[in-house]
């Protein structure tokens, strides 16, 4: 029996999340030690990109709401509790850090890619997230 009781999931919507909940839900005690989280990046990030694009077209709640309605769909999916869901805006590493501190986490559970050199290992996200955490982190690898 795992001695994680409060282990946070990081959701990256464009990815096999799927498989990342389903081995923390292997490793939880009960699927109510699970927390979703997903951050997105402020709309000031991705601003400069949308030259020529209507302004105002991007609104951090209105990005923020459909990543909660996005998240709520895939806890219902997997009997996620509704409350143990998280959604920040910010950088990735440093929101998930920030909310693994805030709730007590005892596991971060993050997918990654990892594609050349270090990052061959773990992807930019996570190998970011483990810089300064306090946390035990599993990395769990997405098959492309």
Do not use: C, W
Not at 24 to 49: E, F, G, K, M, R
Request: proline letters at 1%; a negative charge; glycine letters at 8%.
């Amino acid at each position: 029996m795992s001695d994680y009781k409060n282990i946070i999931v990081a959701i990256d919507f464009d990815s096999d999340y799927e498989h990342i909940i389903g081995k923390a839900l292997n490793i939880a005690q009960s699927v109510n030690d699970i927390s979703l989280v997903h951050i997105t990046l402020p709309s000031i990030y991705i601003q400069p990109y949308l030259y020529g694009m209507q302004e105002g077209i991007l609104d951090d709640g209105d990005i923020t709401g459909i990543a909660r309605e996005k998240l709520e769909t895939i806890a219902d999916k997997f009997g996620i509790n509704k409350d143990n869901l998280h959604v920040k805006f910010g950088d990735v590493a440093n929101e998930i850090r920030q909310i693994a501190t805030e709730i007590d986490a005892d596991l971060i559970v993050i997918g990654t890619h990892g594609r050349s050199g270090f990052k061959l290992l773990l992807g930019s996200t996570a190998n970011a997230l483990l810089h300064g955490v306090q946390h035990d982190v599993l990395a769990i690898r997405i098959k492309e």
